[in-house]
Nanobody
C-alpha cells in the first residue's frame, strides 16, 4: 500500500506560480511512477503530468507544456509540480497518484485545491 499526501495548494493571481508537493510512503519511492491529475468543478479528472520510476522521463498534457514542470527527489520520497504562468482555467483540485513500475495509477492522494484568480 502506498500513502500519498499533497501540499502546496492555495490562492494565486493569474500569472503567478505555485509549487505542489506529494510525499509518498509505504513502498520504495524509486519503484513508483508518479503523476499529477486535476479536477475542476463540474469536469472529469484529467491528466496533467507524469514522471517515470525508471529514468525520470516526463510527459505533460498539452495544457501544462511550457508552464508546468514535474520533478522528483527520490531521497526525500517526494514529487513536485512547479506551476508557472498560472491561468484561471488551472483552477482545480490537484491530485497526486502513484503506480508501481509501469502499471496503472492505483494509489491517490486526497487532493489540494489550487485557485487562480483573474
Amino acid at each position: 500500500q502506498v500513502q500519498l499526501v499533497e501540499s502546496g495548494g492555495g490562492l494565486v493571481q493569474a500569472g503567478g506560480s505555485l509549487r505542489l508537493s506529494c510525499a509518498a510512503s509505504g513502498r520504495a519511492f524509486n519503484t513508483l511512477t508518479m503523476g499529477w491529475f486535476r479536477q475542476a468543478p463540474g469536469k472529469e479528472r484529467e491528466f496533467v503530468a507524469v514522471i517515470s520510476w525508471r529514468n525520470s522521463n516526463t510527459h505533460y498534457a498539452d495544457s501544462a507544456k511550457g508552464r508546468f514542470t514535474v520533478s522528483r527527489d527520490n531521497a526525500k520520497n517526494t514529487m513536485y509540480l512547479q506551476m508557472d504562468s498560472l491561468k484561471p482555467e488551472d483552477t482545480a483540485v490537484y491530485y497526486c497518484a502513484a503506480a508501481v513500475g509501469d502499471g496503472q495509477f492505483n494509489f491517490w492522494g486526497q487532493g489540494t485545491q489550487v485557485t487562480v484568480s483573474s
